[in-house]
């Protein structure tokens, strides 16, 4: 079955960064675009970042030039370097896969906690 893990979630102190990692398997199964999505206690999943096999990317309006998505297509693992946290970016992060535009795969998340 299709698989995604992510990794590098924890806690830290406002200002800081963490580089989050989801690896896709099999690793022959390439997703027309990989991302990840954030949800927080009493709200809506929302966007972070997307990133397509082309390399094209889109950010959630809050990032503001914070977060950079990239993705190593020959390892099939998208990743995500969250610089200048702040507490509302607490939120369980979630790891998304998107195949021939219409199937969605989600990892299970990984929680970071942004403390003031």
């Known amino acids: 079955q299709v698989q995604l893990v992510e990794s590098g979630g924890g806690l830290v102190q406002a200002g800081g960064s963490l580089r989050l990692s989801c690896a896709a398997s099999?690793?022959?199964?390439?997703?027309?675009?990989m991302g990840w999505y954030r949800q927080a206690p009493g709200k809506q999943r929302e966007l972070v970042a997307v990133?397509?096999?082309?390399?094209?990317?889109n950010y959630g309006d809050f990032v503001k030039g914070r977060f950079t998505i990239s993705r190593d297509n020959a390892r099939n693992t998208v990743s995500l370097q969250m610089n200048s946290l702040k507490p509302e970016d607490t939120a369980v992060y979630f790891c998304?896969?998107?195949?021939?535009?219409?199937?969605?795969?989600w990892g299970q998340g990984t929680q970071v906690t942004v403390s003031s």
């Open positions: 998304n896969g998107k195949y021939l535009a219409f199937l969605d795969y």
């Open positions: 099999p690793s022959n199964f390439k997703f027309n675009a």
């Open positions: 990133i397509t096999s082309g390399d094209s990317t």
